[in-house]
């Protein structure tokens, strides 16, 4: 039996973001409980487990643009802040218009469709202590200098935002023919085929520069926009769209909003997709480079473990 939250309570620390917020346990549920309490019927309620992840952050993120009219919202709950008392003021009043509690998919249907617009709130790096907070996220044992090895390869390790402030991106044609069942595979040959081999002359073409791998995306979005969405990777970490659930999010359309809003979400997606992957952890905790190529990029990863066993070591001696 569920039991509603005390609407005269307090924070004892601050609830949101990695490496922006304290997120204490006890904290974290209270506040996934108020968002459970003013969310409409339509969304899909929050696991009260104390944890703060990828579509807590998103709440918060969208209660502070919709509610608080908020232009660069932070995705901080302070216990004295301004965000804590209008969430605590809606709970008191029934809750909040429906209309005021968008998930990103809903937002970018109706004002910011998902591949023409970008969201970023201007948060496109990440600080050390954003590391540090993922690393004990991942448990003890996983070295920040692992967690950057991994940035460092999949996105050069400075930022997972391009030009225009859209995410890093890269369209694999062979994953969009396999969630189409072959649909566009006469019609579209250059959105729509199956695997040749890793980065063959048509995906050099599809993902020449950044600009030109937003309009290929967008080309496929056109013939299924699920499909489509699912066949990129996105941000830092380069994460496949189909890994939404993986990384703690409901549907691909929320993944892809929240990969276009900061780098702090791509971290999140990222501490989310290894916490599922148990061999990925362990591998990373014990440096086994071959093991985290194979469960990071799949068995055909090339020379991914020596990349990554590159990063790592330069980023040792630097130290």
Same mark, same amino acid.
């Given at each position: 039996?569920?039991?509603?939250?005390?609407?005269?309570?307090?924070?004892?620390?601050?609830? $949101?973001?990695?490496?922006?917020?304290? @997120?204490?346990?006890?904290?974290?549920?209270?506040?996934?409980?108020?968002?459970?309490?003013?969310?409409?019927?339509?969304?899909?309620?929050?696991?009260?487990?104390?944890?703060? $992840?990828?579509?807590?952050?998103? %709440?918060?993120?969208?209660?502070?643009?919709?509610?608080?009219?908020?232009?660069?919202?932070? $995705?901080?709950?302070?216990?004295?802040?301004?965000?804590?008392?209008? /969430?605590?003021?809606?709970?008191?009043? $029934?809750?909040?218009?429906?209309? +005021?509690?968008?998930?990103?998919?809903?937002? +970018?249907?109706?004002?910011?469709?998902?591949?023409?617009?970008? =969201?970023?709130?201007?948060?496109?790096?990440? #600080?050390?202590?954003?590391?540090?907070?993922?690393?004990? +996220? /991942?448990?003890? &044992?996983?070295?920040? @200098?692992?967690?950057?090895?991994?940035? !460092?390869?999949?996105?050069?390790? %400075?930022?997972?935002?391009?030009?225009?402030?859209?995410?890093?991106?890269?369209?694999?044609?062979? !994953?969009?023919?396999?969630? =189409?069942?072959?649909?566009?595979?006469?019609?579209?040959?250059?959105?729509?085929?199956?695997?040749?081999?890793?980065?063959?002359?048509?995906?050099? !073409?599809?993902?020449?520069?950044?600009?030109?791998?937003?309009?290929?995306?967008?080309?496929?979005? #056109?013939?299924?926009?699920?499909?489509?969405? *699912?066949?990129?990777?996105?941000?830092?970490?380069? !994460?496949? &769209?189909?890994?939404?659930?993986?990384? &703690?999010?409901?549907?691909?359309?929320?993944?892809?909003?929240?990969?276009?809003?900061?780098? &702090?979400?791509?971290?999140?997606?990222?501490?989310?997709?290894?916490?599922?992957?148990?061999?990925?952890?362990?591998? *990373?905790?014990?440096?086994?480079?071959?093991?985290?190529?194979? @469960?990071?990029?799949?068995?055909?990863?090339?020379?991914?473990?020596?990349?990554?066993?590159?990063?790592?070591?330069? /980023?040792?001696?630097?130290?």
């Amino acid at each position: 039996m569920t039991t509603s939250p005390d609407l005269s309570g307090s924070l004892g620390a601050s609830v $949101g973001s990695l490496g922006k917020a304290s @997120n204490l346990p006890a904290d974290v549920r209270y506040i996934q409980q108020l968002f459970n309490l003013i969310a409409s019927p339509s969304v899909t309620p929050l696991v009260v487990d104390g944890k703060s $992840g990828p579509l807590l952050n998103q %709440r918060i993120v969208d209660f502070q643009k919709n509610r608080l009219n908020v232009a660069s919202p932070d $995705g901080v709950i302070d216990p004295a802040g301004r965000t804590f008392k209008a /969430l605590i003021e809606a709970a008191r009043t $029934g809750g909040q218009p429906a209309a +005021a509690v968008q998930s990103p998919a809903q937002a +970018a249907s109706d004002k910011q469709p998902l591949v023409t617009q970008a =969201t970023c709130d201007g948060n496109v790096t990440l #600080s050390d202590a954003d590391f540090k907070q993922a690393a004990l +996220a /991942l448990g003890n &044992g996983i070295e920040v @200098n692992i967690i950057k090895a991994f940035a !460092i390869v999949e996105s050069g390790g %400075r930022s997972g935002f391009g030009p225009e402030k859209f995410p890093v991106l890269a369209y694999e044609r062979h !994953i969009f023919h396999k969630y =189409t069942q072959k649909k566009y595979d006469s019609s579209h040959p250059n959105l729509s085929a199956p695997y040749m081999a890793k980065a063959d002359t048509q995906w050099r !073409i599809n993902n020449k520069d950044q600009a030109t791998a937003w309009q290929t995306l967008r080309a496929a979005y #056109s013939l299924d926009q699920k499909a489509a969405l *699912m066949s990129a990777s996105y941000g830092m970490f380069q !994460i496949m &769209g189909f890994n939404f659930a993986a990384c &703690g999010f409901k549907d691909v359309f929320d993944f892809v909003a929240a990969m276009k809003l900061n780098a &702090g979400q791509q971290l999140n997606a990222f501490v989310g997709f290894c916490s599922k992957n148990a061999a990925l952890v362990k591998a *990373m905790k014990s440096r086994d480079y071959v093991g985290m190529a194979r @469960n990071y990029n799949g068995p055909q990863y090339g020379d991914y473990d020596q990349r990554i066993k590159k990063a790592y070591e330069k /980023l040792q001696a630097g130290q």
